[in-house]
């Protein structure tokens, strides 16, 4: 049995892997199905035996989204060769009762691809594929609501069988400048001109090729690398690099491993720094999601923090983006800027809403030693925010955009519905990723590992995976052992999966902490959280979506044996905003408690 | 050549076999030598043989004697011609030797401190050849390395001296090292009590000190013969003949064969060793008699066991020979005996009058304590010797792990420290706050210091001191006395009459009267007198409470006084104070280490002072804690922390993962170092900084 993961979202009905698309096992679902939901997680298994698909699906409406398939439906879909013939499903509503669907399905097209025309030709041939019902019961309304299964979704899901990351991330180094609060690995380059340009694409270009070389080294040396699912260019300024030189790279990519027909290619891109001709490049490209770092909606502010940009460069590329329906587009917002009050941030919030992005980051400032804020300022005292002033900030933010119909899906990320950053989530699931170029990290054989952060050293770095693995026949154990210290030991695996689940509105899932960890750290846990769960900084939630009151779990947790209740609880999460805010706190009390190997 | 060869051999045997055919042979060479002179003439044609001796064979009437390996190497001489340093030395290789009650002498030094005690010490064992001009180190004696550091003996220490005085007799001098400062004055009386006479040394430019006098009234209570000595002459402000008058007019001693010297010069050494052969009176010979030692001092040794320092005060003793300490009634086997000269160095019999240390293989120090009599099993003395007087604690304090794990070796190291330390009294004690630990009871201040300091240095641990507390006595209203030391333990008010404390009486010379009298009259003292002396020199005598002294009023009166100034208490009796237990809250929960007994006038600065400084040093944390002072149930000083707003890490993305984690690992680490008052965590520091506090303002 094979599977993927389908995401309905209201705007593309929807996603499945381009690798299924080729094999003309696509499922497109109509999203008619499920009125009420308009996006979902849709687990597919595909039997080639019986040529036929079940699937599942999780509520969005749940808490616990999207982790969980807690309420799945099935549903059988009959495939014909290269051609998708027939869709019929039974399912249950979270307490409802038992539907059955006999609907043909509807295919839309969406721009996904706009530049692979023989995908987009494939689409809508199949939008016009004469869809006919057919109805098979094989399994029943709670069929595939076995833990195994559920816990078994996400796992699958990204290790795609064999392990390997399904998830990229390039760094595009270049800025023109770097702004005052950042630290991160860059090289500025100035702003473009005549007298500058030829250097300025002689280093790009030579980056950009050891970056190819680098990925190229690296997957050739995998048995077989999986088509990737997300891949992000971040930065520096991605969108400073000519969309030539991005070319060689997505083509770097495609060759060695190769996408997934949904695959999420993001982008971050700042204003003032692509024109209306370079972004339609860029989406001809693949890039399907963008990320404008527009940081503050306040000229001062901007100039305050460095930014290479003003803000009539904001809007020039607002209008750019909107120009080309980009419909999955971004914006970054900075808190707690120097000077800053709660009146300025309102403002900032209410004008990011009005120009309605499917998803807003808002990250607050913080003060990095070796970075001209870290000289200028220092946290908590004037002309920065005090911890009272900063925590508002957050709090408003969070009560706006929730307002406003974002979804307050990670401590500071915001989404429209079925617009999280699906590359991020990898991140906060904890799940392997690859990492390319100047300074990336990559996650993946239970190693992380930082290159280096100064482009001669990242290029004797590349130049070295070159040896090493032309060198040796059997490189590549030898090779991924180069690329990281140690394997993660169980600790650092246990507080990985507490720091980063936690960061996500749906939480903490005890099912599958118990399934890798055992049952004992699951109590542990869960005793833990206690005192946060009777603050009301956590919440525990049973499987039945409740919220399970503090004095039920703590009654549970008192009595002697595995009780029920404690059995019960499936998810623990952090509430918003108390618990988004106290987080640091919660999670290092944690970890404080967790018991010593 | 034939009986050079016979020593070689004898020598290179001796320290490894075991003595008894062998000893015949060293009897036989040694025979021809009398005394002195001649037996070391005859070690000086050995040095030219190159072969190095590891121990020194010399004739006694019963036995052969060692002396371990290392403590006395011969020097490296190649003219065979006296030199004075060369004379001594050979001098002192014979200290083993055993010589009649008669010309034993046994002596202490006593002196203010810094009057030159040590440097007079080791001017002597210089002079006597006990060490070589190559061993010696400044203040020999003072073996540990806090003494050293801080210019001040500890633990005494003894060391055997041989000398031929101008009567051409070799005398046997030990030298009984005593504590100088006065919380140590216990171990200065045990020191006291193991000697016949004393070296009263006085700074001839500083004249009589306030330690001076109460150094000497404990030797004149020991009936010791007290030899006036006037140090540091060499110096530009010296004027021995003032001085010489001063001890005359103040202590009442006959001052006209007070000897003029200079340790640090070496005058007048020689006149000091006479006088101590002339004047200090022989040990009774009682050899004869059943054996009776007097245990003053003990220590533990990881290999050796207890090793104990004893004085026989009648009888002798052998190695093997079977003994009982009279008040524990333990038996052991003597494995070892010796004399300290300053090293150990073995011998096979100790008679009366003679100072020494022996080794049984014995566990426990309970089983040999500081002050029993050691006796033998075969021929058992009627009455052990009167021994000490307990020492009583003065000051107290709970001393904890600030690693939890650390309390069984805190219990170790105390157990340790007590078996030289007799005054160090502890119990367990545990406290919400601080987990499991120690209240313990000192002789005073410095006393409290160092046992900490050494606790730290000398077995690594890292520990939390609470303010120090005295010993109050409560009257209830049952009519009993209880004597309370923990402010935790103080009756409840209902039950209390009155609460009495110790007052202390202090003494300071003119120059410091001023420095003096401004601090006592901080801290509740009352004038007592001024006296004057001379017409140069007056003091001034304060009372004032115990517990105002215990904080930081030694550190204030020397920084006030630059250093300078210098003081001498005694305890003077209890008296009724108004007196009231302060309790610190947090978080509604009581702070034991913080609770304290003040004066009633104070508890409302001291409450004040203590909730601000932990306002200040506790973190924000999810919850509002309130922090109050109370007294019983009244809150007299409040402060709180308003709760943690905001602890999020803004951005996290895949390049930040390990970093983070790292932060928040960091921020657990923190956590754990933090001691928890309910739902409070505390850092460390904060406590620390707390009781420090309360050090000064209590």
Known sequence: MKRCVVELTSYSTYHVSRTYCKQNRCVPLSQKMYPDMRTCFIEISYQVRTNTVSLKYADKRHPCWPFQTGCPTSGFLNLQKRRIV??????????????????????????????????????????????????????????????????????????????????????????????????????????????????????????????????????????????????????????????????????????????????????????????KQTLKQFLGLGVNRVSLGVQSFNEDFLKACGRSHGLQDVYEALDIITGLNVSNWSLDLISSLPHQTLEHWEECLREAIGLSPAHVSVYDLQIEE????????????????????????????????????????????????????????????????YGFGLGATSYFNGKRFSRPRKLKGYADFVELCINQSSDNFSANEEYLSFYSNTVESVEDRVCDTIMLSLRLASGLNLNELSKNFGHELRVHICKSFLPFINSGHAVAVDSKFKTVPPDTFSTALSEQSASKVLKDVIFIRLTDPDGFLLSNEIISSLFTDLPIK | MDILARIQAASITAPCLAPQHHHKHLQQ???????????????????????????????????????????????????????????????????????????????????????????????LLQVTGTVSDREMKEQFLDNMDLERERGITIKLQAARMRYVAKDGEPYCLNLIDTPGHVDFSYEVSRSLAACEGALLVVDASQGVEAQTLANVYLALENNLEI??????????????????????????????????????????????????????????DTSMNPLRALIFDSYY????????????????????????????GKEYEVDELGVLSPGQMQVNELFAGEVGYLAASIRSVADARVGDTITSSANKAGMALSGYQEAVPMVFCGLFPVDADQFGELREALEKLQLNDAALKYEPESSSAMGFGFRCGFLGLLHMEIVQERLEREYGL??????????????????????????????EPGKRVWIEEPFIEMITPKEY?????????????????????????????????????????????????????????????????????????????????????????????????????????????????PIQAAIGTRVIASESISAMRKDVLAKCYGGDISRKKKLLKKQAEGKKRMKSVGRVEVPQDAFMAVLRLEKEVV
């Open chain 2, 513 to 625: 009267i001023g420095t003096l009298m401004e601090l006592a009259q901080e801290r509740r003292g009352e004038f007592k007198e001024m006296k004057y002396i001379t017409e140069s020199r007056a003091s001034v005598i304060y009372i004032l409470p115990l517990a105002e002294m215990v904080g930081d009023f030694f550190d204030q009166l020397k920084s006030r006084s630059k250093g300078y100034a210098s003081m001498e208490y005694s305890l003077s009796g209890y008296r009724k104070s108004d007196l009231v237990r302060l309790d610190i809250l947090i978080n509604g929960e009581p702070m034991d280490p913080l609770a304290a007994i003040v004066h009633k006038d104070k508890a409302f600065a001291v409450g004040r002072a203590l909730t601000q400084k932990l306002k200040e040093l506790i973190p924000r944390q999810m919850f509002k804690i």
């Open chain 1, 370 to 433: 070796g970075t001209k804020f870290g000289v200028w300022y220092k946290p908590g005292h004037h002309p920065l925010p005090d911890e009272d002033k900063s925590a508002s900030f957050y709090r408003l933010a969070s009560s706006l955009l929730r307002e406003a119909g974002y979804e307050h899906y990670e401590i500071s990320n915001y989404a429209k519905p079925g617009f999280q950053c699906r590359h991020n989530m990898v991140y906060w699931k904890n799940q392997p990723y």
């Open chain 1, 86 to 275: 027939a869709f019929s499903c039974s399912c249950q509503r979270p307490g409802g009762e038992a539907e059955k669907h006999k609907q043909p399905l509807r295919l839309r097209t969406d721009d996904v691809f706009p530049g692979n025309n023989e995908l987009h030709a494939q689409r809508l041939e199949r939008s016009n594929a004469n869809v006919h019902n057919s109805f098979v019961s094989a399994i029943g309304p709670n069929g595939g609501r076995d833990e195994q299964t559920v816990a078994g979704l996400h796992n699958d899901d990204v290790h795609a069988g064999n392990g390997l990351p399904t998830s990229a991330y390039v760094h595009l180094p270049f800025c023109k400048r770097r702004c005052f609060y950042c630290d991160f690995a860059i090289v500025a380059i100035g702003q473009r001109n005549d007298a500058n340009s030829t250097n300025i694409d002689s280093t790009m270009g030579s980056y950009v090729t050891t970056l190819c070389k680098e990925i190229t080294s690296t997957l050739s040396q995998l048995p077989q690398a999986s088509p990737l699912k997300t891949l992000f260019f971040g930065g520096g300024t991605p969108s400073l690099l000519p969309p030539q030189y991005l070319s060689r790279i997505v083509d770097t990519l495609d060759q060695h491993c190769g996408f997934q027909c949904d695959a999420e290619i993001s982008m971050e891109m700042d204003p003032g720094t692509f024109d």
């Open chain 2, 227 to 284: 030899i006036p000595v006037l140090n540091k002459i060499d110096l530009p402000g010296a004027d021995p003949e003032r001085v010489r008058n001063e001890i005359e007019e103040i202590v009442g001693l006959d001052c006209s064969e007070a000897i003029f010297c200079s340790a640090k010069e070496g005058i007048g050494i020689q006149e000091i060793l006479e006088s101590i052969v002339a004047k200090v009176p022989p040990p009774k």
């Open chain 2, 301 to 328: 040794d990881p290999y050796r066991g207890v090793i104990v320092y004893f004085r026989v005060v009648d009888g002798s003793i052998k190695i093997h020979d079977k003994i009982q300490f009279m008040a524990s």
């Open chain 2, 29 to 123: 060479l040694c025979f021809p030598m009398s005394t002195g002179h001649h037996f070391s003439c005859f070690y000086m044609h050995q040095n030219h043989f190159p072969v190095a001796m590891p121990g020194h064979p010399c004739r006694i009437p019963s036995g052969s004697i060692r002396c371990q390996s290392g403590a006395v190497e011969a020097p490296e001489m190649q003219d065979v011609k006296f030199s004075k340093s060369m004379l001594s030395f050979d001098m002192g290789k014979d200290r083993l030797s055993k010589v009649p009650a008669s010309q034993i002498r046994n002596f202490s030094i006593i002196a203010h401190i810094d009057h030159g005690k040590s440097t007079l010490a080791d001017k």
């Open chain 2, 462 to 491: 890292n520990l939390i001191t609470t303010a120090p507390s005295v010993v109050y006595r409560v009257q209830c209203a049952d009519n009993t006395v209880v004597e309370c030391s923990n402010p935790c333990e103080l009756p």
